[in-house]
């Protein structure tokens, strides 16, 4: 059975000191990742997908970055932080149409 | 382009009571619809999912959706709903651009009154 894993599960973090958070999938070989923000009490909205390592597509400009270091990992990340940042952070893996969520990281810029 | 409307942000109902979450989509090819349910403080779980066939899917816990093409819809029911189904409910339509792109609607933030 597949398994995704989001890192951290929460921060807590300065406007203007940078970020990274972390995706790794277990039991899918080769998967097509995504990364997804959700605005507090928003819907969620697709940033960055990627469907091989070194290869990744923006969707969506936030000043966010993302990258694909390995065929299990997802990473996101940006230099400095905004106010607008804060929100949920998913990641997500495909089966066809079909998309499966981790748990989320939840973002609090301050 | 392609889109999703939820109407209702916020549905409140009594434990035992029927239920209908209501989605209307945009997509100009056959559409790939699902409903997602969010837990607080939780990420998302799929509850159903259409591609072709028969218009009523079953999906977890007792909710079911039927496909409308001439209404472009894609409502959810539940026959008796239970206080633990309080929680915010996704409507999404999943488009092809490179990559499978799921484009959600704004949510249904639904309370279980006991």
């Known amino acids: 059975a597949q398994t995704i894993h989001q890192w951290p599960v929460a921060e807590i973090k300065a406007v203007g000191s940078p970020l990274s958070l972390g995706c790794t999938i277990k039991?899918?070989?080769?998967?097509?990742l995504y990364w997804y923000w959700q605005a507090t009490g928003g819907t969620l909205q697709q940033l960055f997908y990627?469907?091989?390592?070194?290869?990744v597509e923006s969707v969506v400009q936030l000043n966010l970055s993302a990258s694909r270091p390995k065929d299990d990992q997802f990473i996101l990340s940006t230099e400095k932080l905004l106010l607008s940042h804060s929100g949920f952070y998913l990641c997500?893996?495909?089966?066809?149409?079909?998309?499966?969520f981790g748990p989320g990281t939840r973002l609090t810029v301050l | 382009a392609q889109s999703v409307t939820q109407p209702d942000a916020r549905v409140t109902v009594s434990e035992g009571a029927s239920l209908q979450l209501r989605c209307k989509y945009s997509?100009?090819?056959?559409?790939?619809l699902f409903w997602y349910v969010q837990y607080p403080r939780q990420g998302l779980q799929m509850l159903l999912k259409y591609y072709s066939g028969d218009p009523v899917v079953q999906g977890v816990n007792g909710f079911e959706a039927e496909f409308s093409k001439s209404d472009s819809s894609f409502h959810l029911r539940k026959a008796s709903v239970h206080w633990s189904d309080s929680a915010v409910y996704f409507c999404?339509?999943?488009?092809?651009?490179?990559?499978?792109?799921?484009?959600f609607g704004s949510g249904t933030q639904l309370t279980v009154m006991p």
């Open positions: 990627s469907i091989t390592v070194g290869q």
């Open positions: 999404a339509v999943s488009a092809s651009s490179g990559s499978w792109q799921l484009i």
């Open positions: 997509y100009s090819a056959t559409p790939y």
């Open positions: 039991g899918k070989s080769s998967p097509n």
């Open positions: 997500a893996w495909d089966w066809g149409y079909e998309q499966y």
